[in-house]
């Protein structure tokens, strides 16, 4: 019969306390990505409401007006895209959209960085 090392099983003992950490850090990042996207589904969905509360009295005219509508239905359609799709779902769609049109999206990522990057170092 073998003895046990201790050293084993201080090694054992401690990947499993990392994993069951790692677990608990991804329970929380999908329950925050959860909870940051029924808020987001909720503002998109607000705006799209006073946008389109408002459209009617823009200056500028019909044209003006028009555009308004379409920007609050725009608004309309992603907030219920975003409250019927979980973060996996978005992510997965997001991966297609961006390997079938790799050019525009690296566009897209270089003008939110550079967007972001310059935010962040303003004084």
């Not at 046990?4 to 990392?18: E, G, M, V, W, Y």
């Not at 823009?58 to 895209?81: C, M, N």
């Not at 996996?88 to 790799?102: G, T």
Request: proline fraction near 4%; charged fraction near 25%.
């Amino acid at each position: 019969m073998s003895e046990r090392n201790p050293l084993d099983q201080s090694l054992k003992n401690s990947a499993s306390d990392l994993k069951e950490s790692m677990s608990d850090m991804a329970r929380t990042a999908s329950q925050t990505a959860e909870d940051g996207r029924k808020t987001a589904a909720e503002r998109l969905g607000s705006a799209a409401s006073a946008v389109r509360d408002r459209a009617d009295q823009l200056p500028g005219g019909p044209k003006v007006q028009q555009f308004a509508h379409a920007a609050a239905e725009r608004l309309s359609t992603t907030a219920d895209y975003m409250r019927s799709h979980d973060a996996k779902h978005m992510l997965a769609d997001v991966e297609r959209v961006v390997k079938n049109n790799p050019g525009p999206s690296l566009v897209i990522a270089a003008a939110f960085g550079f967007v972001l990057g310059r935010a962040l170092t303003r004084e």
